[in-house]
T-cell receptor, first 110, second 113 residues
Framework: RKEVEQDPGPFNVPEGATVAFNCTYS??????FFWYRQDCRKEPKLLMS???SGNEDGRFTAQLNRASQYISLLIRDSKLSDSATYLC???????????FGAGTRLAVHP | NAGVTQTPKFQVLKTGQSMTLQCAQD?????MYWYRQDPGMGLRLIYY???????DKGEVPNGYNVSRLNKREFSLRLESAAPSQTSVYFC????????????FGSGTRLTVV
């Protein structure tokens, strides 16, 4: 089993839709997690950190289910500008070894 | 506020050539990292430097060497480039050992022919 697995998508949704991505991880000792956003041919940028059961920032909500070892990212009221690849990130043996999922691509259309 | 600066942005090498990718950060971060990103795969850690004066191997260190020149700069060297090293290389830095996430540079697109 890969350390971090994501559905590659793409998820094609209309503006205003709610969309959710899941990510599963294998290291049960991981305590905190991250979601990064990566635009085409750009660098990843930190979107949210998830330190406990979840985190909310405006239209974005991240939830953590430790028992099932998955993390989810919910985007409400999708905007065209949300179109990007979303990377799930899990520490492996410490924060100096972040493991990145391959990403889930989101395309929001008018 | 430049953040993390990588040079060059693009490079084409012939098999067997060597080159050094440069990375500098101006955020006074202690930790720095080199990742590579290939299509359909997540970013993979090549080497990292938890603090000035230390370097450690990541997931895919073979074929690479690194130097933490000072607190600001962390370079990645390919001694004898191979086509399998064609990739996008990202440098990143973090404060607090990565607990608050990483800041990435804009990447170097390397093609080895």
């Amino acid at each position: 089993r890969k350390e971090v697995e994501q559905d590659p998508g793409p998820f094609n949704v209309p503006e205003g839709a709610t969309v959710a991505f899941n990510c599963t991880y294998s290291n049960s000792a991981s305590q905190s997690f991250f979601w990064y956003r990566q635009d085409c041919r750009k660098e990843p940028k930190l979107l949210m950190s998830v330190y406990s059961s979840g985190n909310e920032d405006g239209r974005f909500t991240a939830q953590l289910n430790r028992a099932s070892q998955y993390i989810s990212l919910l985007i409400r009221d999708s905007k065209l500008s949300d179109s990007a690849t979303y990377l799930c990130v899990v520490p492996s043996g410490g924060y100096n070894k972040l493991i990145f999922g391959a990403g889930t691509r989101l395309a929001v259309h008018p | 506020n430049a953040g993390v600066t990588q040079t060059p942005k693009f490079q084409v090498l012939k098999t067997g050539q060597s080159m050094t990718l440069q990375c500098a950060q101006d955020m006074n971060h202690n930790s720095m990292y080199w990742y590579r990103q290939d299509p359909g795969m997540g970013l993979r850690l090549i080497y990292y430097s938890a603090s000035e004066g230390t370097t450690d191997k990541g997931e895919v260190p073979n074929g690479y060497n690194v130097s933490r020149l000072n607190k600001r700069e962390f370079s990645l060297r390919l001694e004898s480039a191979a086509p399998s090293q064609t990739s996008v290389y990202f440098c990143a830095s973090s404060e607090a050992g990565g607990r608050d996430g990483y800041t990435f540079g804009s990447g170097t697109r390397l093609t080895v022919v």
